[in-house]
């Protein structure tokens, strides 16, 4: 069993940077491929970034390519994603979710979750 809390939410400015961080109790932690997703105000659960179990493979959403960076401390069981030059559209709960098996995309491959962190973008 894993639990996962995230943190590092907040209000931000357009162009702005949050770091947000999730971290995970449980000793399987290293082994599990973890995701960052976000959902807008009356949308969809969307898939953000990802990362392997050792950090050594990372995959983005193209909306957030080239922005965003995932990372991950397995010293501390703790993931992190670094968010750059935000736009207000990406107001959003941000969830990370840890995979016991597969390194995807999909939501319903995802095991754990969060509760989620708030991230809000003025314009």
């Known amino acids: 069993q894993v639990q996962l809390v995230e943190s590092g939410g907040g209000l931000v400015q357009a162009g702005g940077s949050l770091r947000l961080s999730c971290a995970a109790s449980?000793?399987?932690?290293?082994?599990?491929?973890m995701g960052w997703f976000r959902q807008p105000p009356g949308k969809d659960r969307e898939f953000s970034a990802r990362?392997?179990?050792?950090?050594?493979?990372?995959y983005y959403a193209d909306s957030v390519k080239g922005r965003f960076t995932i990372s991950r401390d397995n010293a501390k069981n703790t993931v992190y994603l670094q968010m750059n030059s935000l736009k207000p559209e990406e107001t959003a709960v941000y969830y990370c979710?840890?995979?016991?098996?597969?390194?995807?995309?999909?939501?319903?491959?995802?095991?754990?979750w969060g509760q989620g962190t708030q991230v809000t973008v003025s314009s």
């Open positions: 979710a840890a995979s016991r098996t597969l390194f995807t995309s999909r939501i319903r491959d995802y095991d754990y």
């Open positions: 449980g000793r399987t932690f290293s082994s599990y491929p």
């Open positions: 990362i392997s179990w050792n950090g050594g493979s990372t």
